[in-house]
């Protein structure tokens, strides 16, 4: 019995590091026939792919990419889909965090993450849609976080932009599932990625690698909502089924980064 990603055709954006790049090796690791990687970083895409077609050849195609465009996220759908006449997976990863005080938050701001964390993820969802409707089948990821499911001190806008996200998704699940396609949307706090360069990584923080086999076990499962590492299921715990407790965690965040931004100029 064929694995649940061989043979498949994918399609990851943000693909050229962290977790984009952890999805598109895991996704070659396990079989899958092609992977279109897409990126807006040209350098990283090129080094990344050649290194990867050097290990699984023929299989990587990377797509300069800048979700933020409807044209470019249509063409790279259009080739993944076109290659092999059908499309498996689409990974709707590339985004960016957001933890600024409000002070600091401008709408100039606001529009720059609502169009690359939410109209980018809209863009890879819906020109897919057609195509795995079309074919009968089809597996939908985004990437939302773990803020998008619990309200974090200092990140507003990226919190409003993961929530919508992770809202989408699940509502697409509940209309679509009976035309055989499957979503889900992974909700990450603390992984290892470029995100902490210069600084200490959280000690309930993870590595990519581990991020990435979790969740890969949870889509084969069809698991719409995948939330990571286990201390971040255990927040989320909190804030539904203990809100008192939650508040007062989430004003002790508050408080610590009002002091850090007084102090140090920065959250951490």
Known sequence: MAGYFENKVAVV???ASG???GISENLLAKGARAVFMGDLKEENLNRESERLNEQFPG????VLTDVTKL?????LIEAASSFDGHLDFVFNNAGMGMTLPTEQITFDIWKFIIDLNVMGVIYGTYTAIPVMREQG???IVNTGSVAGLLPIPYQAVYAASKGAVIRMTESLQYELETEGLNFSVFCPSNVRTGIFDGLTPPPDSISVDEAVEYVFQEIEKKKLVIVLPESARKFDDLFRENREEFDRFARQIAAERRENYRTKGTYY
Not at 71 to 75: R, Y
């Open 13 to 15: 954006t943000g693909a």
């Open 19 to 21: 977790l984009g790049l």
């Open 59 to 62: 299989r990587v195609h990377p």
């Open 71 to 75: 044209e470019q996220v249509q063409g």
């Open 137 to 139: 089948f089809g597996h």
